[in-house]
């Protein structure tokens, strides 16, 4: 995959889409690791905040490089999944192993642990990108969402960061701020991207959410926009777009298109159009093969759409064994696997 690919969504996609008729014992492009399940935060949009998902863990080191090391050609690893990646203490070290071998690298974070201290560590390791999830313009919604009261902190420390990268002349990571799309936050939108700008954040991305049969805290489908906006939803997401283009912030949506057509079904059986199972492998903190970062948000029980193990088996055997056959091979007919099935098209990458 090329480096222009990493860094452009778009592009990104295109290439996964170049290559998804390959054979599915080629190797996978891209590795989500969850380095940790632990988080500080409890977040209404999260199953953690829930239920244990599994047991409190971090990724231990050894595990972290046995799956690093199986993947020789590995294009891209994403360091998040159901926990905050900056709980890990090993996390900067994480990282400069991976740029050690030239690979791009990402992580989502709550960025409330962007202390002083870390930024210049963080900025240091080469890190690609580094995506805060804010999910509000004001103190108020951001407790509502997130469950604890760091909306103030969060936005000194995302300040900082970006004032330090201007000082010592830092290009990289590239900074994003993140809002998940709830009824309940959308008219902030504009807001937030205002917010942004006055942060130094030259990018926005609305998150769709994502939520199960259970509906529990805002993660239920009467707080989603998906396929359900207003028009005077529709009138703030322009709104947010015109002044995106004034302030020169870059608003993006799911699966790197525009917040309009992210909100819309593009297809009527969207899972079919799914290129996960075909790029990437998704590991938890315990080494579980899962299908990729959406599924713990949008189906219950991990046992009933676990893929493999890495602690008992190689990444090949999992990559080509019956249970991930299986599960492509649903993916393409008409009764998708459960994670799948309510699945939009182009979730972020």
């Known amino acids: 995959m090329s480096a222009a690919a990493l860094t452009d969504p778009r592009r990104y996609f295109e290439a996964i889409d170049a290559g998804r008729g390959r054979l599915a014992g080629t190797p996978p492009v891209c590795l989500y690791l969850e380095v940790t399940n632990r988080c500080n935060l409890l977040c209404e949009t999260c199953p953690r905040t829930f239920e244990e998902l599994e047991p409190p863990a971090d990724m231990s080191w050894g595990l972290f490089t046995s799956i690093i090391d199986q993947v020789p050609d590995v294009a891209r690893v994403v360091l998040h999944g159901v926990g905050e990646p900056m709980l890990v203490r090993d996390i900067t070290r994480m990282i400069r192993h991976l740029k050690g071998r030239n690979i791009y690298v990402l992580f989502n974070t709550n960025g409330t642990l962007l202390a002083p201290r870390k930024r210049r560590e963080l900025i240091e390791t080469g890190l690609d990108e580094l995506r805060v999830s804010l999910d509000a313009a004001d103190a108020k919604a951001f407790l509502a969402v997130r469950g604890k009261d760091f909306f103030d902190r969060i936005v000194r420390n995302v300040r900082e960061f970006t004032a330090l990268q201007a000082e010592i002349g830092a290009s990289t990571p590239r900074v994003s701020l993140w809002l998940t799309g709830l009824k309940e936050t959308v008219d902030q939108l504009p807001a937030f991207v205002r917010l942004a700008s006055q942060m130094g954040v030259r990018a926005v991305h609305l998150q769709r959410l994502v939520f199960d049969d259970m509906g529990r805290g805002l993660a239920r489908s009467a707080s989603s926009l998906f396929e359900n906006t207003r028009r005077e939803e529709e009138a703030r997401i322009a709104e947010a777009r015109a002044l995106a283009d004034d ?88 009764a998708p696997p459960k994670p799948c099935r309510n699945c939009g098209l182009r979730w972020s990458l």
């Open 247 to 334: 302030l020169g912030v870059a608003l993006d949506a799911s699966g790197a298109t525009e917040p309009g057509l992210s909100l819309k079904r593009q297809d009527e059986q969207p899972w079919s159009t799914c290129r996960r199972p075909w790029s990437l492998m998704y590991f938890t903190a315990h080494g579980r093969a899962l299908p990729c970062c959406i599924a713990p948000f949008s189906a219950r029980g991990y046992e009933s759409y676990t893929l493999g193990d890495a602690t008992q088996q190689t990444l090949r055997e999992i990559w080509n064994g019956p249970a991930y056959q299986e599960f492509r091979a649903a993916l393409l007919g008409d």
